[in-house]
């Protein structure tokens, strides 16, 4: 009799913003009262895939063939900087995954990545007392660098046509504080399989 195999999978489009140890405990779990068992995250292989240099270019295929009614401010920008995100949709990756936390520099001076129409929500939080400057350094200041670049690298996506676009909206301070803690943390998937590796029985 064939021995069992079990794969335990995480669905695409699966919220990229924290880890979901489900599969890395299941999985460590069946390991550990002696199952064959694997795990597989389609949802950061789907956005690996997306969010590349050949995903770029798929996507800017798919849009070319676009009526120009179809076009949203959103497609129109990321076609407009189409080059600058295939230049710098890696290193962003790399920085987003903890293998280069050097560029963290550039990606916080917005000054590096392509910043579509749905940046123009930040300028609200611009000092009131200074009326000009920075409009992330209330919640970041001088010491959250990292935290920031991740904030803006993670926020790159949702100018893309890889996301629906949305109205831009006022958020709450609430809401922009929640925010400084998105991740679109694409190491989780390196980090499910050291949990898969380590059996918490």
Not at 55 to 62: D, V
Not at 96 to 107: K, Y
Not at 142 to 152: C, E, F, T, Y
Request: net charge positive.
């Amino acid at each position: 009799m064939n021995e069992m195999r079990i794969l335990s999978i995480i669905p695409p489009m699966t919220q990229l913003n924290t880890p979901y140890p489900s599969t890395a405990y299941l999985t460590g779990f069946l390991r550990s009262r002696g199952f064959k068992a694997e795990q597989a995250d389609l949802s950061i292989a789907l956005a690996l895939e997306l969010l590349s240099v050949k995903g770029m270019h798929a996507i800017h295929g798919k849009m070319s063939v676009l009526r120009r009614d179809q076009h949203t401010p959103a497609t129109r920008f990321f076609a407009e900087h189409f080059e600058s995100y295939c230049t710098t949709i890696s290193p962003a990756i790399r920085f987003l995954q903890g293998r280069d936390p050097s560029v963290a520099h550039r990606i916080a001076s917005r000054h590096y990545l392509p910043e579509g129409p749905r940046f123009t929500s930040l300028e609200q939080y611009i000092d009131s007392q200074q009326g000009e400057g920075d409009a992330l350094g209330w919640a970041f200041g001088a010491l959250g660098l990292q935290d920031r670049a991740k904030h803006i690298a993670t926020s790159i996506s949702m100018t893309s046509p890889t996301s629906s676009a949305m109205p831009s909206t006022r958020a709450s301070s609430s809401c922009a504080m929640q925010n400084r803690w998105r991740r679109a943390n694409l190491r989780s998937i390196s980090c499910r399989r050291r949990s898969a590796r380590r059996t918490p029985w």
